[in-house]
């Protein structure tokens, strides 16, 4: 099925350090979402960009909505050891639309 | 307010069988999706139910269906099992009112394993 690619797969990092990771797709999509998954959960919606452009922040989180709206990056700034799991994007083509396509997840180690 | 639920969180079945998973949306939600997700996969789309209508499918066999209640709950079916049908299955909750790109908000899956 179609997905979109998403970088790196893991990241290992220390405590404190910035974190950034991105989305890119062939296809133009209208929404992008950042979620993150814990074990044993489903994933958590953490930022949604609706707009070609748009740089939203949630908290230590910044993502934004490329201007070809074929990518979308997420970065999360001084972690912390509850930001370990693994973070997807996820596109949306058709406004209104629930269908998501998502990333293949970047898993996120964190050294204290 | 209480979250997306799904029953059973963990199920057994050998190949060949028929299983029968349930969500319970957010309350006053009435679009469900299903997503399946596998190593190998990622998660995929399944499909959409929305007042009690499938409103969009992903490319899955047929053996896949689901349905939704008057109550916005759904079930989802996979018949003759294949060990490939071995995943966390995932469903998401969204209000979908008119116009509005309504976010998912996802229940903890239910791990199916096809033995």
């Known amino acids: 099925g179609q997905q979109l690619n998403q970088s790196p797969q893991s990241m290992f990092i220390q405590e404190g350090e910035d974190v950034s990771m991105n989305c890119t797709s062939s296809?133009?999509?209208?929404?992008w979402l950042w979620y993150k998954q814990d074990p044993g959960e489903g994933p958590v919606l953490l930022i949604a960009l609706y707009k070609a452009g748009e740089l939203t922040s949630n908290g230590r989180l910044t993502a934004q909505f490329g201007i070809t709206r074929k990518d979308s990056f997420l970065n999360i700034s001084a972690s912390i050891p509850s930001d370990v799991g693994i973070y997807f994007c996820?596109?949306?083509?058709?406004?209104?639309?629930?269908?998501?396509?998502f990333g293949q997840g970047t898993r996120l180690t964190i050294n204290p | 307010k209480a979250g997306v639920t799904q029953t059973p969180r963990y199920l057994i079945k050998t190949r060949g069988q028929q299983v029968t998973l349930s969500c319970s949306p957010i309350s006053g939600h009435r679009s469900v999706s299903w997503y399946q997700q596998t190593p190998g996969q990622g998660l995929q789309f399944l499909f959409e139910y929305f007042s009690e209508t499938q409103r969009n499918k992903g490319n899955f066999p047929g053996r896949f269906s689901g349905r939704q209640f008057s109550n916005s709950r759904s079930e989802m079916n996979v018949s003759t099992l294949e060990l490939g049908d071995s995943a966390l299955y995932l469903c998401?909750?969204?209000?979908?009112?008119?116009?509005?790109?309504?976010?998912?908000?996802f229940g903890p899956g239910t791990r199916l394993t096809v033995l």
């Open positions: 296809s133009i999509f209208n929404t």
């Open positions: 996820a596109g949306r083509q058709i406004q209104g639309a629930q269908k998501l396509v």
């Open positions: 998401a909750s969204s209000q979908k009112t008119a116009g509005g790109d309504n976010e998912q908000f």
